[in-house]
C-alpha cells in the first residue's frame, strides 16, 4: 500500500554532494582509461574520441541517470518514504575497457593494414563502436524481459569466472603495464588506492580516497615531470579546445553494422553479462530498502545505452554496484541528477574532454587494475566454494587472449612472420601458435561453457555437461568460439580448407569426444549416499 509523504520531497540534501563526486571521479575515470588506450595505445585520433565518441557515451549517462532519478521519485511517492536512494548508473568499467582494448583499438589497426587512412580508418572505427552499443542495445532490451532465465541457465561459477579471468589478465595486467611504465607515479597511486579502498586506511584529510590518490598521483607526475626529475615520455598535453559538439541521432550505426560480426563472441556477452549484473544490483538495492522492480532497472540501462549507440556513444552503460553504499553516504535522488547533468552537458561542451586529457595513464591505470582484482575476487567470494574449481578454469581462455593481443601486434611480430609461426606444426601436435590463437578467440563464451560444464560435474548433473560441451562443439564449427581465423571471425564450416579446417574440426571433436564419455558415465547408477 503506497502512503504519499507527509512533505515535499527535496531535491536536493547534503548528501548527494557526496554521492555526487563519488560517481563523477567513476565515469571520468573510465572515460580517461578509454581516451589513453585508443589514443596512447593505438594512436588513435584524438579529435574524433573527444568530439564524437565522447558526446554520445556522455549522453547515455545522462538518460540513464534522469530516469534512475524519476524511479527514485517515484518509488518515494509510492512508499512515503523520503530515505528512497537512486540507483547509481555509468559507464561499465570492465566492458568499457574491454570496448577499448579488444574491439575499438584493434578494428582502428585492422582498417588501417587493410588500406583506409588514418582518418577513414578512424571513422570506420567510431561507426564500428555505435553499431556495438546498439547491438548490446538490442540484446539488453531483450533480455530484460528474461533476465531471470538467464541467471537460471548458466551458473554464477560461469558468469563471473568468465569476466573474472578477463579482469585479471585485460584489466588488471594490461593496465599494469601501463602504471609501472611511470614506476613512480604509477606505483604510488597504485598504493594509495588499495591503501584506501582494500586496507579501508584513513586519511588525514575528509575526502575521498579515489580523489585523494587521483590528487597525489597527478601533482607528482606534473611536479616531478616540470622539474625534470626523471618521469618517462612527460609532455604536457596539448589539451583540444572546449567546443561545441552535440550528439545528434544519425544512421552511421547501420553502416558499422557488417563490421561487427567478428566481435559478436565479446559483444553479447558483455550484454548478457550488463544484465545479470543489473539483476544483482537491483537484488542488492531492495536488501538495503529500496525495493525498485528488476524489469525497470534493466530497461534503464538497455535504453541509455541504445541512445548513447544512436547518438555516437561507444561505451555501455549500467548500474552500479554501490547503491547500498551511497546510500550510507546519505545521498538520495539528487546525486544522479546531477551526475547525469555534469557528465551529459562535460561531453557536448568538452569540459569532461579537457579533464581527462590532464589526468595522466599512470594515474588512471591503477583505478582499472583496483577494478580487475575486485572482480576477480568478487568471481570467488559469489561462487559457491566447491565451484572454486570451475571458477579458476574459466580464467585460462582469458589468457590465451592476453598472448593475442601481443603476439598479434604487427609492431611485435610481422604478418608474414606471425603466418608462418602459426603453421609451424611439430611432432607434437597442432603448432603452439595455431593453439594460443583458437583457444583465445571467443574467450569469454569458452570460459562460460567450461565452467558451466565443470560445476555440472561438481553438482553430479553429467547431462548438463553434456548438453554444454555439444553446444561448444557447434559453436566451434562456425568461430563463434576457437575461430581459426587469427582475428576470431566467423565463417561457415565447409568454407575451410588445409590446417585451418584440421584444427576446427580437432577442436570440435575433442568437445563431441568428451560428451559421448559423460553421456556414457550418466548411465551409471545413482551414488548411493
Not at 559469489?382 to 598479434?408: C, D, Q, T, W
Request: hydrophobic share 55%; proline share 6%; net charge positive.
Amino acid at each position: 500500500m503506497s502512503h504519499a509523504p507527509q512533505r515535499p520531497l527535496r531535491w536536493f540534501v547534503a548528501g548527494d554532494l557526496n554521492g555526487f563526486f563519488g560517481l563523477v571521479v567513476d565515469n571520468l575515470s573510465i572515460l580517461g582509461f578509454i581516451a589513453a588506450a585508443l589514443i596512447g595505445i593505438f594512436q588513435f585520433p584524438a579529435e574524433v574520441v573527444f568530439t564524437r565518441m565522447f558526446p554520445g557515451t556522455a549522453l547515455g549517462v545522462l538518460v540513464g541517470n534522469l530516469i534512475y532519478t524519476w524511479m527514485a521519485r517515484r518509488l518515494a511517492v509510492r512508499s512515503g518514504r523520503d530515505d528512497v536512494t537512486a540507483m547509481p548508473l555509468g559507464l561499465d568499467a570492465p566492458t568499457s575497457i574491454g570496448m577499448a582494448l579488444l574491439v575499438l583499438g584493434p578494428a582502428f589497426v585492422a582498417f588501417k593494414q587493410q588500406g583506409l587512412d588514418e582518418n577513414a580508418a578512424a571513422l570506420a572505427t567510431w561507426q564500428l563502436g555505435m553499431a556495438s552499443l546498439v547491438v548490446m542495445g538490442l540484446l539488453k532490451l531483450l533480455l530484460s524481459f528474461f533476465g531471470d532465465t538467464v541467471t537460471r541457465l548458466v551458473p554464477r561459477a560461469g558468469l563471473l569466472g568468465s569476466i573474472g579471468g578477463a579482469a585479471l589478465t585485460l584489466l588488471g595486467f594490461l593496465p599494469l603495464i601501463e602504471t609501472l611504465r611511470n614506476p613512480v607515479v604509477g606505483f604510488v597511486t597504485l598504493g594509495l588506492l588499495l591503501y584506501v579502498l582494500v586496507a579501508r586506511g584513513r586519511l588525514p584529510v575528509r575526502l575521498p580516497g579515489v580523489l585523494v590518490a587521483f590528487i597525489a598521483g597527478t601533482t607528482l607526475y606534473y611536479g616531478l615531470g616540470l622539474a625534470g626529475l626523471g618521469v618517462p615520455g612527460f609532455a604536457l598535453p596539448q589539451a583540444t579546445p572546449l567546443t561545441l559538439a552535440l550528439p545528434l541521432p544519425s544512421l552511421g550505426f547501420v553502416q558499422g553494422l557488417p563490421a561487427t560480426v567478428p566481435y559478436l563472441p565479446l559483444l553479447l556477452p558483455f550484454g548478457v553479462l550488463m544484465i545479470v549484473g543489473g539483476i544483482n544490483v537491483s537484488e542488492s538495492a531492495r536488501a538495503a530498502g529500496d525495493d525498485y522492480r528488476t524489469r525497470d532497472v534493466l530497461l534503464a540501462e538497455a535504453i541509455s545505452t541504445l541512445v548513447a549507440g544512436v547518438c555516437g556513444g561507444v561505451a555501455q552503460t549500467t548500474p552500479y554496484i554501490g547503491q547500498p553504499a551511497y546510500k550510507h553516504m546519505g545521498a538520495r535522488s539528487g546525486y544522479t541528477l546531477l551526475t547525469g547533468i555534469f557528465i551529459g552537458l562535460g561531453g557536448m561542451l568538452g569540459y569532461v574532454s579537457l579533464m581527462v586529457q590532464w589526468l595522466p595513464v599512470a594515474v588512471l591505470a591503477p583505478i582499472i587494475v583496483y577494478v580487475g582484482l575486485d572482480i576477480t575476487v568478487q568471481a570467488f567470494h559469489e561462487s559457491p566454494r566447491k565451484h572454486a574449481m570451475a571458477v579458476a578454469l574459466g580464467f585460462l581462455p582469458s589468457i590465451a587472449y592476453l598472448l593475442n593481443i601481443k603476439l598479434g601486434n604487427p609492431a611485435w611480430i610481422a604478418p608474414e612472420t606471425f603466418a608462418a609461426l602459426y603453421a609451424a606444426s611439430d611432432a607434437h601436435g597442432l603448432p603452439d601458435l595455431a593453439t594460443i590463437t583458437t583457444l583465445g578467440n571467443g574467450f569469454i563464451i569458452t570460459a562460460m561453457i567450461w565452467t558451466t560444464a565443470l560445476v555440472a560435474m561438481i553438482d553430479e548433473r553429467p547431462r548438463h555437461a553434456v548438453i554444454a560441451l555439444l553446444l561448444a562443439a557447434l559453436l566451434t564449427l562456425f568461430g563463434l568460439i576457437h575461430s581459426v581465423d587469427p582475428r576470431g571471425g566467423i565463417y561457415l564450416p565447409w568454407q575451410l580448407q588445409g590446417l585451418r579446417a584440421a584444427i576446427m574440426y580437432q577442436f570440435a571433436g575433442a568437445y563431441a569426444a568428451l560428451a559421448v564419455v559423460l553421456a556414457l558415465l550418466s548411465l551409471q547408477r545413482p551414488r548411493v549416499r
